[in-house]
């Protein structure tokens, strides 16, 4: 199963992808891991992210293309792949399709998960993360346990004013790339407004229709 899971920042998509990856045996591929990763590691590559991450902008499509298009073809993705926080442009869903082809290989889904503009601050302000098993918990609606809660971190990006900035490029690069998914008949469109297992079955179950739709 190859997929890609879209959504505005704070929608449940690093949620959902725990889960889905454990129920499909697919390696999970976010870019904003990897470029924190980066930005930890204190790479050069990592430098040159950081400033637009703090700042709520994307990082320029020529370096996350090679990065994903790299990291695709690397042997643990050959059984399949969840595609986290990519494409987030027009230009990089074109070369993701481009190397597809050449590759001869298809995706199978395209998950739209959908929550209005208001929720969002309140989920990117109140999430949180554990640094040791990378669980992301939220304030108020999936507290972190006692034993873990002295040790969550913030992301730095996770303040009201980057989160806006976050949510007007989601409505200006990355919806446009929407309506090429729906076209090719990919798009899932699930309601993310619930708590994450109800998400989850959400999610399960439309993959479900669209692979027997497929089939048929
Ligand atoms: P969110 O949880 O808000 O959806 P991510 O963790 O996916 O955010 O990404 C964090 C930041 O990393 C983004 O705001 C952006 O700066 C950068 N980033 C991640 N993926 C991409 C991408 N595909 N294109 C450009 N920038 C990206
Ligand atoms: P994304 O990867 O799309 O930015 P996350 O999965 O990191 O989103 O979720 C953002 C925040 O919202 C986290 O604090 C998470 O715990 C919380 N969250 C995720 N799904 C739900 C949900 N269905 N209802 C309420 N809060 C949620």
């Known amino acids: 199963m190859r997929m890609i899971l879209i959504g505005p920042p704070g929608a449940g998509k690093g949620t959902q992808a725990a889960n889905l990856v454990k129920r499909y045996q697919i390696t999970h591929i976010s870019t904003g891991d990897m470029f924190r990763s980066a930005v930890k590691a204190g790479t050069e590559f990592g430098t040159q992210a950081d400033a637009y991450m703090k700042a709520g902008d994307l ?44 590759a001869e290989v298809g995706l199978d889904a395209v998950v739209l998960i959908d929550v209005a503009d208001a929720l969002i601050e309140e989920r990117i302000t109140g999430r949180r993360s554990d640094p040791e098993t990378k669980t992301i918990y939220h304030l108020k609606y999936n507290p972190p346990p006692a034993e873990v809660a002295g040790r969550v971190v913030q992301r730095k990006d996770d303040t009201a004013e980057a989160c806006t900035a976050r949510l007007g490029k989601y409505h200006k690069e990355t919806a446009p790339v ?39």
């Open 59 to 102: 990082v320029p499509d020529e370096i996350v293309i090679g990065m994903v298009l790299e990291r695709i073809a690397q042997p643990d993705c050959a059984a399949g792949f969840m595609l986290d926080g990519f494409p987030r442009t027009r230009a990089q869903a074109a070369a993701l399709d481009a190397a597809l082809k050449a």
């Open 178 to 216: 929407i309506p090429f998914y729906e076209e090719a008949g990919l798009l899932v469109r699930v309601d993310g407004v619930g708590a994450p297992d109800e998400v989850f079955v959400r999610i399960t179950t439309a993959l479900e229709a669209l692979r027997t739709q497929a089939a048929t």
